[in-house]
């Protein structure tokens, strides 16, 4: 299929156990993200991605890491889980626009994670 | 760093029009955007506007921009109830580091 899956959809886990979230795209997009949503805070970026091997924090980074060895996978690790961390994960690629300067980020369908 | 501030909810009757307010920091912006979230799902994109523009029409969707003020609004003509959804603005800045807002839950009541 087309666009944007993540996995898992739905983890629960414990407290100091690492945890990695998978995003693959099949869009050939050459920017990826990651985003954490949680009530109140709305969607701050994690970190992102500007072309394989090349990623840049963002405005939670702490905690999290990522890594991306192929163009259509990016991967958001936490070593270390904690309570904090417990949110809805989202995935993004962007792309510009073909007929404008704009650019597009199309969104997966969220990874729910609860740390115990 | 960029910051984008939005007001948490907003209520109105099914047939008024809807008016969701953003204010961001960043003057170096080139486009700024509106995105849409229903329930249980990821983000998509709504429309978006062009910093050298002061509004933009796109059918039920006018967006309005104030570059002076820094201040963006989503106007949707003639609200339905299928128009609920969280809604965000988001911008970049000029570069590809998109920080969004708080997200607006608009609740479209029959």
């Known amino acids: 299929d087309a666009g944007i899956t993540q996995s898992p959809r739905h983890k629960v886990t414990e407290t100091g156990t690492p945890v990695t979230l998978r995003c693959h795209q099949t869009?050939?997009?050459?920017?990826m993200y990651w985003y954490r949503q949680d009530p109140g805070h709305g969607l701050r970026l994690i970190h992102y991605?500007?072309?394989?091997?090349?990623?840049d924090k963002g405005e939670v980074s702490d905690g999290y890491s990522v890594s991306r060895s192929k163009t259509e996978d990016f991967l958001l690790t936490l070593e270390s889980a904690t309570s904090s961390q417990t949110s809805v994960y989202f995935c993004a690629s962007g792309t510009a626009l073909a007929n404008s300067g704009a650019n597009v980020l199309t969104f997966g369908a969220g990874s729910r994670l609860t740390v115990l | 760093g960029e910051d984008v501030e939005q007001s948490l909810f907003l209520s109105v009757r099914e047939g008024d029009s809807s008016v969701i307010n953003c204010t961001y920091t960043?003057?170096?912006?080139?486009?700024l955007y509106w995105y849409k979230q229903e329930p249980g799902a990821g983000l998509q994109l709504l429309t978006y506007i062009f910093s050298n523009m002061d509004m933009k029409q796109d059918q039920r969707l006018t967006v309005l921009l104030n570059k002076k003020d820094k201040h963006l609004s989503l106007r949707i003509a003639d609200t339905q109830t299928g128009d609920s959804a969280i809604y965000f603005c988001a911008d970049a800045g000029g570069t590809y580091k998109y920080i969004f807002g708080t997200g607006t839950r608009l609740k479209v009541l029959a």
């Open positions: 960043d003057s170096s912006s080139t486009y």
């Open positions: 869009e050939n997009h050459r920017y």
């Open positions: 991605s500007y072309g394989v091997k090349d990623t």
